[in-house]
């Protein structure tokens, strides 16, 4: 097994220093609050963007809250192309404000309005209210796009780990459902299954900040039964055909229980016939994508995103 990064080594050395106290026993707002703090400890400060703006629109199971980033310096005579960011969660922790560097960086360097879904999250709303979630924000995106700039033929999915499980969820049932057209997915190390019994799984159970521990205790607090975790809205990789969904580009870290289920998720995305540009980043783990205040591939990886973006919005 290659090294990790030093970077990615120095953070995991002190993390694992730590005493944590057992996830079973502990109130799931403790957790929140801790999980909160690593993923902010890690994380240097967005740039400015031209706006900001908190918006509630109506849901399936009641109001969702999103969050709307416009890039500085945008025309604003121009339909700008829109990014939805559903966000890294385990399906139960984190929020906007965990990813809000993330998605300043992306709506400046792609130059598009950003649409940041803080979805309902477990044990309080479980499965299926969350692609619930982010599949109404998706279909509002694109029947009010005109109310806030946005150029409904540019839309563009995407997210990190449980995030990206979401993302690829609504591009598929996008293509189901004959719409809205999607010209890209973004997925960071996604949740693509939920039989936690690959290899990655295995080698990197502990030790690497996501554990196989705490992906059963995610999925404990997500899903209510068995069957629901079967389904092809929990894992996207069992679905039978993957032809037809948008461009992608996907993301794996090498140290990370999820490596293998995002490496089979590629795979079937090319023998599906979908443009697909997989990246594995050696050395690092789960994670990376939000800790732009330790590790540098973390700005590294915004960069190729960013780039891919553009492609895929055609923004020169």
Not at 33 to 52: Q, S
Not at 226 to 244: Q, Y
Not at 266 to 274: I, M, N, S
Request: net charge negative.
């Amino acid at each position: 097994m290659q090294p990790l990064d030093p970077q990615v080594q120095a953070v995991c050395d002190e993390v694992n220093a730590l005493e944590a106290p057992s996830l079973w026993d502990r109130p799931i707002a403790d957790t929140r609050k801790d999980f909160n703090d690593l993923v902010l400890g890690l994380a240097a400060p967005g740039p400015e963007v031209g706006r900001v703006e908190n918006r509630t629109i109506p849901g399936p199971h009641g109001p969702i809250s999103l969050r709307l980033y416009w890039p500085a310096g945008a025309d604003k005579k121009k339909p700008l192309p829109v990014y939805l960011n559903f966000h890294g969660s385990g399906y139960v922790v984190l929020g906007l404000d965990t990813h809000d560097h993330v998605c300043r960086a992306i709506c400046n360097g792609a130059e598009c309005i950003v649409v940041a879904v803080d979805y309902r999250k477990g044990p309080e709303h479980r499965f299926p209210k969350g692609p619930d979630d982010c599949w109404a924000s998706t279909v509002w995106a694109a029947q009010h796009s005109a109310e806030f700039g946005g150029d409904p033929m540019r839309i563009a999915v995407g997210g990190d780990s449980a995030g990206g499980c979401l993302a690829t969820v609504v591009a598929q049932r996008a293509k189901a459902e004959g719409g809205p057209k999607l010209v890209f997915q973004l997925l960071v190390y996604p949740v693509t299954d939920t039989r936690e019994d690959t290899a990655s799984y295995k080698t990197f159970a502990e030790g690497y900040l996501l554990t196989a521990e705490l992906m059963h205790w995610f999925f404990d607090r997500y899903f209510s039964n068995e069957a629901e975790k079967a389904t092809v809205t929990a894992a996207p990789l069992r679905a039978k055909d993957l032809s037809g969904l948008p461009p992608t580009l996907l993301m794996t870290a090498s140290h990370d229980p999820l490596f293998d289920e995002g490496v089979a998720y590629a795979e079937k995305l090319r023998k599906a016939g979908v443009p697909i540009e997989y990246i594995n980043y050696q050395g690092h783990i789960h994670g990376f994508w939000t800790a732009t205040g330790r590790f540098d591939v973390a700005t590294k990886a915004h960069q190729v995103a960013i780039a891919a973006l553009r492609r895929a919005f055609g923004t020169t």
